[in-house]
């Protein structure tokens, strides 16, 4: 796959011919995967559409359409090729018009083009869907948040948890609502539900334990976020990291805690959160110089009004500056 990607981006058309017979040697279903988008980029990329359309036509007729175009597309629009990639989907919508699924992938598609009018009407239209409403109506909360109008996003979402209650990507952008709204409470007992549903989700404990390890000082709630997040620490997101730093913190593991928001910061630079957070372990171990860099850049990261970015203020001040 990165093979293709890199002789793609180079323009490398004989090594995209010696790549696509290679494959077609191999001729494993893994192989195919990489083959067939190679094929269709790479004939787009050198003008040749009906080659293109000629090449995936068979499996559109074989009914395996989303999963190829969407790959198709997705490479389309990695090498700025938005038009072809909406073509291609638009082609094969029209040869089959009996797989939905090519609604989302034109919604994606369209809002990656910067077109969030079409992909609007694509996910409404599809919102009703009994298979596919529930991913629907995610991306289109996820829409109108992206254009700031949370009533429209709240509105769409209870909706749709009225129709897809037990849908777990809904239930999260209903977390996010509720801790957006000042709800913790709320947001904690819809996590308590949900991880006693998914004790294994990484996801799900992580936001449980960060939860618990940063909106209380009970002992009791920063031992169970400890207990939460341990099954997490071979985990390399930088998010798990930060959960992990802060509960060390919370229990005075300052030999754990500074290392773990070192990364955790490392991975979210723009979080201002995260770099509040590492700047008050590492003025609590003495480092008051790191300490003051790190406040200065939650200050220049933080949108205004954000919480963090006062905190990191009034830090500063408390530094002397």
Known sequence: TLLAELRLDRGDWDG??????HLGR???PAADD????????GLLAQGQQAAAIEVLTPTLIAGEAPDIVARVATALMARGQSADARAIIEFARGMRPDLPRLALIAADIAVRSGDPATAQAELTALAAHPDLGASAAHRLVLLHRGQGDRAKADAVLANALATHPRSLDLRLLDAARLLDAGDVAGAIALYETLYAERPDAELIANNLASLLSTTSDRPEDIARAARIAAPLRASSVPAV???????????G??????????????????DPAVRLRLGKVQAASGQDAAARAS?????????????AGDAARAALAEMGG
């Open 295 to 307: 406040f200065a850049a939650v200050a220049d990261v933080a949108a205004p009004g954000d919480p």
């Open 16 to 21: 995209v011919r010696a790549l696509d017979d």
């Open 253 to 270: 593991d300052m030999d754990r805690a500074l290392p773990l928001l070192t990364r955790a910061a490392r991975g979210l630079p723009d």
């Open 26 to 28: 191999l001729g494993t």
């Open 34 to 41: 990489v083959r067939l988008p190679l094929r269709v980029v």
């Open 241 to 251: 990291a930060d959960t992990l730093g802060w509960i060390a913190f919370r229990q």
